[in-house]
Protein backbone atom coordinates (compact mmCIF):
# COMPACT_ATOMS: atom_id res chain seq x y z
CA UNK A 1 0.00 0.00 0.00
CA UNK A 2 0.96 3.49 -0.60
CA UNK A 3 0.93 6.31 1.59
CA UNK A 4 0.02 9.86 -0.19
CA UNK A 5 0.94 12.87 1.64
CA UNK A 6 -0.28 15.93 -0.04
CA UNK A 7 -2.22 19.17 1.78
CA UNK A 8 -3.39 20.44 -1.42
CA UNK A 9 -6.88 18.44 -1.81
CA UNK A 10 -6.88 19.21 -5.39
CA UNK A 11 -4.10 17.82 -6.29
CA UNK A 12 -4.24 14.79 -4.08
CA UNK A 13 -7.88 13.75 -5.50
CA UNK A 14 -6.00 13.31 -9.05
CA UNK A 15 -2.73 11.84 -7.89
CA UNK A 16 -5.40 9.32 -5.20
CA UNK A 17 -7.45 8.85 -8.67
CA UNK A 18 -4.35 8.36 -10.79
CA UNK A 19 -2.56 5.80 -8.69
CA UNK A 20 -5.46 3.80 -8.32
CA UNK A 21 -6.17 3.58 -11.59
CA UNK A 22 -2.74 1.99 -12.39
CA UNK A 23 -3.40 -0.57 -10.16
CA UNK A 24 -1.82 0.14 -6.95
CA UNK A 25 -3.45 0.42 -3.31
CA UNK A 26 -3.04 3.75 -1.92
CA UNK A 27 -4.34 5.69 1.12
CA UNK A 28 -4.20 9.92 0.99
CA UNK A 29 -3.53 11.28 4.37
CA UNK A 30 -4.08 15.51 4.02
CA UNK A 31 -1.15 16.22 6.85
CA UNK A 32 1.39 14.99 9.27
CA UNK A 33 -1.62 14.12 11.99
CA UNK A 34 -3.51 12.11 9.80
CA UNK A 35 -0.09 10.26 8.42
CA UNK A 36 0.69 8.99 11.64
CA UNK A 37 -2.88 7.86 12.20
CA UNK A 38 -2.84 6.43 9.41
CA UNK A 39 0.47 4.84 9.54
CA UNK A 40 -0.29 3.42 13.41
CA UNK A 41 -3.30 1.37 12.08
CA UNK A 42 -1.88 0.29 8.62
CA UNK A 43 1.97 0.02 8.89
CA UNK A 44 1.91 -3.32 8.48
CA UNK A 45 0.32 -2.82 4.58
CA UNK A 46 2.98 0.23 3.65
CA UNK A 47 5.57 -0.33 1.81
CA UNK A 48 6.17 2.74 -0.17
CA UNK A 49 5.75 6.86 1.24
CA UNK A 50 4.73 9.55 -1.38
CA UNK A 51 5.26 12.78 0.39
CA UNK A 52 5.28 16.59 -0.44
CA UNK A 53 8.67 18.00 1.08
CA UNK A 54 7.07 21.13 2.41
CA UNK A 55 3.49 20.54 4.03
CA UNK A 56 3.18 24.10 5.58
CA UNK A 57 4.19 22.43 8.96
CA UNK A 58 7.42 22.78 10.81
CA UNK A 59 7.79 18.78 10.24
CA UNK A 60 8.71 18.22 6.49
CA UNK A 61 7.06 15.05 4.39
CA UNK A 62 10.58 13.48 4.23
CA UNK A 63 11.17 14.17 8.15
CA UNK A 64 8.05 12.50 8.96
CA UNK A 65 8.68 9.30 6.33
CA UNK A 66 12.37 8.90 7.38
CA UNK A 67 10.48 8.85 11.43
CA UNK A 68 8.03 6.19 10.12
CA UNK A 69 11.38 4.21 8.17
CA UNK A 70 12.93 3.83 11.34
CA UNK A 71 10.13 1.55 12.36
CA UNK A 72 10.02 -0.26 9.03
CA UNK A 73 12.10 -0.70 6.04
CA UNK A 74 10.15 1.56 3.63
CA UNK A 75 10.66 3.16 -0.14
CA UNK A 76 9.91 6.99 -0.08
CA UNK A 77 9.24 9.11 -3.04
CA UNK A 78 9.64 12.77 -1.71
CA UNK A 79 8.40 15.38 -4.70
CA UNK A 80 9.85 18.60 -4.32
CA UNK A 81 10.45 21.85 -6.15
CA UNK A 82 13.34 22.61 -4.45
CA UNK A 83 16.42 21.74 -6.84
CA UNK A 84 19.26 22.11 -3.49
CA UNK A 85 17.02 18.97 -2.24
CA UNK A 86 19.13 17.00 -4.32
CA UNK A 87 22.38 18.95 -4.28
CA UNK A 88 22.77 19.55 -1.14
CA UNK A 89 21.26 15.87 0.74
CA UNK A 90 22.90 13.00 0.87
CA UNK A 91 20.17 9.84 0.75
CA UNK A 92 20.00 6.31 2.05
CA UNK A 93 18.88 4.50 -1.38
CA UNK A 94 15.51 3.50 -0.35
CA UNK A 95 14.91 7.77 -0.51
CA UNK A 96 14.02 9.15 -4.08
CA UNK A 97 13.69 12.84 -4.89
CA UNK A 98 11.22 12.84 -7.42
CA UNK A 99 11.23 16.70 -8.99
CA UNK A 100 8.39 19.31 -9.63
CA UNK A 101 6.75 19.40 -11.92
CA UNK A 102 6.79 15.80 -13.03
CA UNK A 103 4.15 13.74 -15.04
CA UNK A 104 2.29 11.37 -14.47
CA UNK A 105 4.11 9.13 -16.52
CA UNK A 106 6.80 9.78 -14.71
CA UNK A 107 5.30 9.16 -11.60
CA UNK A 108 3.65 5.60 -12.30
CA UNK A 109 7.20 4.61 -13.99
CA UNK A 110 8.96 5.48 -10.61
CA UNK A 111 6.11 3.76 -8.43
CA UNK A 112 6.40 0.39 -10.38
CA UNK A 113 10.26 0.38 -9.58
CA UNK A 114 10.14 1.26 -6.14
CA UNK A 115 6.69 -0.56 -4.87
CA UNK A 116 6.95 -4.02 -3.27
CA UNK A 117 3.36 -4.49 -3.75
CA UNK A 118 2.87 -6.22 -6.94
CA UNK A 119 0.28 -4.42 -9.29
CA UNK A 120 -3.66 -5.50 -8.96
CA UNK A 121 -4.75 -7.35 -11.73
CA UNK A 122 -7.95 -5.98 -13.44
Avoid: C
Avoid at 34 to 41: E, K, L
Avoid at 66 to 78: A, D, G, M, S
Amino acid sequence: MILFIEDELVVAEVMVELINMNGFEVTHAANINQARSIWAVHHEKIDLVLTDLHLGEEVTGLDLAEQFRLEKEIQIIVASGSHELTHEHSFHEAITVLAKPYSPTQLMKLLREKSAAPLMVT
